[in-house]
């Protein structure tokens, strides 16, 4: 695997600051009664998501930014129209793994990104549209290349802030998130700042790579849920706030474990309300916020 001091390197390089987008929306606050814990959606909540969320399996096709992110991991086309049929490949690849995790009992899938590309960059080789074979550390930066030209990120306003007042109040800070190993590398490497000094339990920590299964999940959930409770006892799922910018993936099934909720409505991109679907068109989160210091007036 490639170190992680490179990889945070290489998000630093290639990230350039984002701002969020209006969403017209009104905060709808409250004081919240027994929070004891916030925790924190990445994608559209933490951070500016380009595309409002992270997903292997969404996304535009470009052949461009193939190569573009091939070269950036020191992987050699044989030549610059090889794009389209890496994409097809990439295509294939991703849906056969969630196939065979979908088989296996998982309903939403998350398949590991890295062995995605080196299942990738293997048949590319196989077909001769790469001169030679890849190893682990170049599918690791094929993975980070390739995520941070199609997904660009950054961080929220306020972020720092929002979780250093957390911190004051005695709450405990966590995460769940649709993620990749690269997530939390990426976190440190543009908040400048480790997880730990941010505050965040490591024990609440909770990435759909290492589950093979994402949001909106129930069982994502729950497990988050049962891996809490053996190092914090003494929390219900009514002491935690979960904060995510989409009423399906993130309020419905926090919700539906018995989470307190709150919707962040502070970029357009990834602000999703989901009226038209069953699960959500008559939930409504305990808070609306439109810029996470909020948080810190209704716990």
Known sequence: MTDEAT???RFKIL????????????PVLN????????IFDFYGTLFISGVGDIGIDEGKSDAGLLI????????????DKVGKRGYEIYDKVVTEQMQDL?????PY????????????????????????????????????EFEVRMNPIWPMPGLEETLSGLKEKNLELGIISNSQFYTPIAFEALA???????????????????????????VFYEHFLKKASKHLPDLEPENY????NDMLKDVYPAHEVGLQTALFAGDSRSLKWRPDDSRTKDLRPDLVITELNQILDCV
């Open 15 to 26: 990230s350039s600051p984002l701002d969020p987008e209006e969403t017209g929306e009104e």
């Open 241 to 244: 706030l979960y904060v995510g």
């Open 31 to 38: 004081k919240l009664a027994g929070i004891k814990a916030v």
């Open 109 to 144: 899938p998350e398949p590991d990104i890295r062995k995605v590309w080196r299942n990738v960059l293997n048949q590319m080789y196989a077909e001769d549209l790469i001169g030679e074979s890849t190893s682990s550390d170049q599918h690791d930066r094929m993975a980070v």
């Open 102 to 106: 979908k088989s296996s009992g998982i």
């Open 7 to 9: 990889l945070k390197q």
């Open 192 to 218: 400048g700042k480790t997880l730990d000094q941010l505050g965040f339990n490591p024990h609440l920590l909770h990435w759909s790579y290492e589950e093979s299964r994402k949001k909106p999940g129930l």
């Open 68 to 79: 573009e992110s091939m070269k950036g991991a020191n992987i050699q086309p044989v030549h």
